[in-house]
């Protein structure tokens, strides 16, 4: 019978993770869920995809 352990254990447990360390160190506002969702959804669903007064044009690098 063996056992198979990993040469370089470590001499103590890492420490366990503990929920709400953090408490009352920051606020999340209230609007967290729906902050910005005008500026995404025209991101996603309105005008163009390249608009007139801007457009992008692509890069291409020279092929020699």
Not at 28 to 35: G, L, Q
């Amino acid at each position: 019978m063996a056992k198979d352990t990993p040469i370089d254990q470590p001499e103590t447990a890492p420490k366990k993770r503990r929920i709400g360390f953090m408490e009352g160190m920051f606020t999340t506002p209230d609007d967290f869920d729906t902050m910005m969702a005008k500026e995404i959804e025209e991101m996603f669903y309105g005008g163009d995809l390249f608009p007139s007064e801007n457009p992008i044009t692509p890069i291409v690098a020279d092929k020699e």
